[in-house]
């Protein structure tokens, strides 16, 4: 699963329509998030940064909810925007969700565990472990 980064409002506009989870590496405005899901239609979840998620008007969530988009809070540590735009989420960290899953092991104690062990936000833990399509 890649997680597309952006880095500024000028990359917005040039986004593929077919993203579906993108991740804010600078405080978007109101304006940069309608813009975003104008341009992206199939968005499905849009992670932000604890301290910029504080941020967001409860006018935007309510947008976010109309549209079907979740709005999580995460980060993609260590990734360098100048070797690649997108945050790739390791494949073993998938199989490690999947095989959690047939165990039969809740959702919320699998996103704690593999957001401590990982990179990744429970937030996004979650909604991998959700998506019906896991790669």
């Not at 998620?53 to 079907?68: D, H, P, Y």
């Not at 936000?121 to 979650?126: E, I, N, Q």
């Amino acid at each position: 699963m890649k997680i597309r980064v952006i880095s500024s409002r000028n990359e917005i506009l040039s986004l593929n329509p077919n993203e579906k989870v993108v991740h804010f590496a600078f405080r978007p405005s109101n304006k940069d998030i309608f813009l975003l899901v104008e341009t992206c239609p199939k968005l499905e979840v849009i992670q932000l940064p604890k301290s910029y998620i504080r941020t967001v008007s409860r006018a935007i969530e309510m947008f976010l909810e109309m549209q079907k988009v979740q709005f999580i809070e995460g980060d993609v540590w260590g990734h360098r925007k100048d070797i690649n735009e997108y945050y790739t989420v390791p494949s073993s960290i998938i199989s490690k969700i999947r095989s959690m899953k047939a165990e039969g092991i809740p959702s919320e104690k699998i996103a704690e565990k593999v957001a401590h062990e990982s990179k990744l936000g429970p937030g996004m833990v979650s909604y991998i472990l959700n998506k019906k399509d896991l790669e």
